[in-house]
């Protein structure tokens, strides 16, 4: 079998985006009450054909079996309005994903947007992955290590205001995805640069804090192969080494995807992150949607670069499918191991 673990729900029926506009265009008291009172018009025939002739179509052009499915990152926005604007947008984002996991059984399985936003503390987020976790058997969930889409006036993710999160995500047994949403800075392109910083400055806040070790029941997975990590693996451990960070501790608590989307990279990704640490995804349908010219295949299909990779079939397994039932133990309810 083989299970991606980055999929997101990119393809989303209109009624999406115009319950979002209207709740971006409330302003008085009486307009956001009117927006709270409603939920999207989306109904199932639109979420099968959306999902259907996109990300299912896709899974089986490609090969791969199941996807673990979350709403879109971009399009999270925790920057965007207060509060209650994240709380109302992310019930009705992980209530979507719930209805399409539903609707696929055995190909997809959820995973939580948190309804974060900048200088709120973490008791919406506790509360809505409960709410996930144990009334809708969600897997796990993204977390933005900085909800003001570029501003990073979050504290680090070795602070003290992150732990009740930790905490719950500890018990509950879910790990999270590092994952931000838009950039707010029209100067950082969102999915050219900001998601791959980003990657790499929660990878060294891990690293430099040594703060997994107060968690060791925390998994965390940095997507995008990691951003600049994969690349720049000889100066962390370096610096490890010089500032007295535990390099090896650290990565045994993080994952990398292998959102890389050409041969030489999946290659050096292989060959310096330990198999044990490294989750197949592909990011199907993302950042980039269109076909290599040379070759003909699209390049986000990251499974034709691990099989063309030269790694052993035991390898290839784990990355593929092992590893994530590992990561992610709840799993089983919505993908059964064959």
Not at 74 to 84: F, L, Q
Not at 195 to 209: I, R
Not at 273 to 278: A, G, N, R
Request: proline share 6%; hydrophobic share 40%; glycine share 10%.
């Amino acid at each position: 079998m083989i299970i991606d673990c980055h999929g997101h729900f990119t393809t989303t029926p209109p009624g999406v985006a115009a319950w979002r506009d209207a709740q971006r265009a409330a302003t008085t008291p009486a307009e956001r009450a009117d927006i709270a009172a409603r939920e999207y018009e989306v109904s199932d025939d639109e979420l099968l054909e959306a999902v259907g002739g996109a990300q299912l179509a896709q899974q089986r052009e490609r090969g791969t079996d199941a996807t673990i499915f979350s709403p879109r990152a971009s399009w999270m926005g925790h920057h965007i309005g207060d509060a209650w604007t994240s709380q109302e947008w992310t019930r009705r984002q992980n209530d979507l994903i719930h209805r399409v996991c539903q609707l696929f059984p055995g190909s997809f399985a959820p995973v939580a947007q948190l309804p974060q936003s900048p200088g709120a503390d973490m008791a919406a987020s506790v509360a809505e992955l409960r709410r996930c976790v144990e009334e809708l058997g969600f897997i796990g969930c993204n977390v933005n290590p900085d909800p003001s889409g570029g501003r990073w006036d979050t504290p680090a993710l070795s602070d003290e205001y992150w732990t009740p999160l930790w905490e719950t995500m500890e018990e509950l047994d879910v790990p999270g995805m590092i994952h931000v949403s838009a950039s707010d800075n029209p100067v950082v392109h969102t999915t050219g640069a900001y998601y791959l910083a980003a990657d790499t400055t929660a990878f060294v806040q891990a690293l430099s804090s040594g703060f997994l070790a107060r968690h060791p029941g925390l998994r965390l997975i940095i997507p995008h192969g990691g951003g600049a990590v994969p690349f720049h693996w000889g100066r962390f451990r370096g610096m490890a080494h010089d500032q007295g960070w535990d390099f090896d501790a650290t990565i045994s608590q993080l994952w990398f995807d292998t959102c890389v989307y050409h041969q030489a990279g999946i290659d050096l990704l292989l060959e310096v992150v330990p198999t044990s640490q490294l989750l197949f995804g592909s990011e199907m349908i993302g950042a980039v949607r269109g076909r290599d010219g040379a070759s003909g295949r699209y390049w986000d299909d990251t499974k034709y670069y691990i099989e063309n990779s030269g790694i052993d079939a035991q390898a290839q397994q784990e990355i593929f499918e092992g590893n994530a039932r590992r990561v992610y133990p709840r799993i089983e309810r919505w993908i059964p191991a064959a």
